[in-house]
């Protein structure tokens, strides 16, 4: 079964070398995401950034 990719706009705040900590706005509910599953694609100027992951992740993390 393959899974359903989306994108999500999120503030990345922390990164490590195998995950990164990102919210959609509220810090308080922020979700660790893990490198291997996702694709990054950062902003150049801080703020928000696009966030590829299958559906179930985002679903698993609360980010939809």
């Not at 079964?1 to 999500?8: E, G, H, L, Q, V």
């Not at 919210?23 to 703020?47: A, M």
Request: aromatic letters at 6%; zero cysteines.
């Amino acid at each position: 079964m393959k899974s359903n990719i989306i994108d999500i706009d999120v503030v990345v705040t922390h990164r490590t070398e195998k995950a990164v900590l990102v919210h959609t706005g509220d810090k308080e509910n922020s979700v660790w995401l893990p490198l291997s599953q996702i694709d990054v694609e950062y902003s150049r100027f801080g703020g928000t950034s696009n966030v590829s992951l299958p559906e179930w992740l985002a679903l698993e993390k609360g980010l939809t």
